[in-house]
């Protein structure tokens, strides 16, 4: 089993400014994957950024930047130059690599201050 | 990626009728998952729907209430079975598109009971 923990239920950040998301999972599988999901109002689930487990670089997708720490079960993910767009629910998600299988984390909703 | 049509956007239905949601997706795939949704709440993870077998459904989810039809590769149908106010959340389709692929979601369907 897996289970995804986000303790941050809400964030603000100003505009052009960074903010970090934490992310803490647990899980007995060996080979996992590792996901940072955005859903806006519009309530589409868009995906950010992927990493997969057995890789110790970061992953990073333009302004979008992961620290990853495998054995502290840890994956936050960093949000450079915010701007209005990227508010919304941000969901951290493991998916086991044997049947795909996700498991959410409740997720942290990111305010966005012109 | 995968272009992935769920139908209907929304609907609003009466307590202990039925209501089918369909997911259509533009290329083959090799898996196709539903997911509920509840209000301000994460997502949860129903079953995998499997081509041409029964579905695997998650515990707390049975086929009397969520039965799911996946006829071929591009297509599923969840179908939510007498309904009640409880039954209100967002239900979502996701689709991979092969091995160590992330998933791809459907813009959802956003159902409430009376």
């Known amino acids: 089993a897996q289970t995804v923990t986000q303790s941050q239920p809400e964030m603000s950040v100003q505009e052009a400014e960074t903010v970090t998301l934490s992310c803490t999972y647990d899980?007995?599988?060996?080979?996992?994957?590792l996901f940072w999901y955005k859903q806006p109002p519009s309530r589409q689930m868009i995906l950010v950024i992927r990493?997969?487990?057995?890789?110790?670089q970061n992953a990073t997708e333009n302004r979008f930047s992961v620290n990853f720490q495998k054995a502290a079960k840890s994956f936050s993910l960093k949000i450079s130059d915010s701007q209005l767009g990227d508010a919304a629910m941000y969901f951290c998600?493991?998916?086991?690599?044997?049947?795909?299988?996700?498991?959410f984390g409740a997720g942290t909703t990111v305010t966005v201050r012109a | 990626s995968a272009v992935i049509s769920q139908k209907p956007s929304r609907d609003i239905c009466q307590r202990g009728t039925s209501l089918t949601i369909q997911c259509q997706v533009d290329?083959?795939?090799?898996?196709m998952f539903w997911y509920r949704q509840q209000p301000g709440q994460s997502l949860t993870l129903i079953a995998t729907?499997?081509?041409?077998?029964?579905?695997?459904?998650e515990s707390g989810f049975v086929i009397d209430k969520f039965p799911i039809s996946r006829p071929n590769l591009t297509f599923s149908t969840l179908t939510v079975s007498n309904m009640s106010p409880e039954d209100s959340s967002i239900y979502l389709c996701?689709?991979?598109?092969?091995?160590?692929?992330?998933?791809?979601f459907g813009d959802g369907t956003r159902l409430s009971i009376l």
């Open positions: 990493q997969e487990a057995y890789k110790q």
């Open positions: 290329s083959q795939v090799t898996m």
């Open positions: 899980t007995s599988e060996s080979d996992y994957y």
């Open positions: 996701s689709v991979l598109t092969g091995d160590n692929q992330p998933q791809h």
């Open positions: 998600a493991a998916q086991r690599s044997n049947d795909y299988k996700l498991s």
């Open positions: 729907a499997n081509q041409g077998s029964e579905a695997t459904y």
